[in-house]
C-alpha cells in the first residue's frame, strides 16, 4: 500500500489495494489509520467496485446506515443515490453528512458511476484545522455551546409546514457541541455546517445568525481544504466527524451520478 498525501492535513490518495478485495484484518487497519491522520482517502482504478462489494468493505468499519429518502424498493437499501444533470444541481452547501442524526456517521464511502466530460470536482475541509485557525476569543466563545441541526429544513425545502411537521415527528431536531472532541484523535473540530445546523441554543435568532455564519465560512479557507478530481473507477473515503465536503456544479447540464454507503457513528461531546 503506497499513500500519497494531497495536502499537509487533509487528503491522501491509496494505490496498492483493490477495494474490491476480501482486505485482510491488517489491511483495514492501514487504512483506518491513514483515515485518521488525512481525514479523506482516494482511491483509483476500483473498477471492480460494484454495489455489492461497495457495502461489503464499508461494512469493514462498522454498521451501516439508511438514509431515509432511499426508495423502500431499492435492492441495496444501504446505497444513496446522488444523482444530478441539466438543471438538478447536486448538493452545493458545505455540510458534514446527516447531523441530524442524534449518532452522525462515522464516515462515507463515495463510488462515481456516470461522470460529466468537465468538471463535479469535490472539494473537503478540514474542520480540525479550522479551529485551530480561529482566534483564541472565539474559541472561548464557542468552546461549550451547542447547536441545533435539523433534517427537515434541508429535506423539507419547498413543502408545506404540515409536512415539515412530520418530518420532524419522524427525526426530531437534535442538539450537538458547537466543537466536537474526536472520538480517536482527540481533536477539537467546528461541528456545525450551513446545511444541517439551524441555530446556538440559548441565543437571540440575529446574533445566532451572525456566529453560524462565521463558523460556517471556516470551512471555505483554502489553507483547510483538498480538492479531488474524479475519473471512472474513483472512490473517496471521508472521516464524517473531521470533515465537511460540498460539490462543484461547474458540469451542468452534463449529468452526474454518485453512490454513497454510510457508515454509522457516535454521539459528538
Known sequence: MEIAPLTATIGAEVDGVDLADDLG?????????????????????????????????????GDLEVHPITPRDQAEPEVFVIPAGGTFRAPDTWHSDVTWRPQPSLGSILRAVTLPPLGGDTLWADMAKAHELLDDTTKETIADLRATHDYASAFGIGQPPEVKERMRTKHPTVEHPVVRTHPETGQEVVYVNAGFTRGI???????????????????????VQCRFRWRPGSVAFWDNRATQHVVSNDFLPAKRVMERVTIAGDTPV
Open 25 to 61: 484484518d491488517a489491511v483495514v487497519a492501514e487504512l483506518r489509520a491513514a483515515l485518521l491522520a488525512w481525514k479523506v482517502l482516494f482511491f483509483r482504478d476500483q473498477h471492480r467496485l460494484d454495489r455489492s462489494r461497495h457495502i461489503a468493505f464499508a461494512r469493514r468499519f
Open 201 to 223: 441554543v440559548g441565543w437571540e435568532a440575529d446574533e445566532s445568525r451572525k456566529l453560524l455564519r462565521r463558523l460556517y465560512a471556516t470551512a471555505t479557507i483554502p489553507d
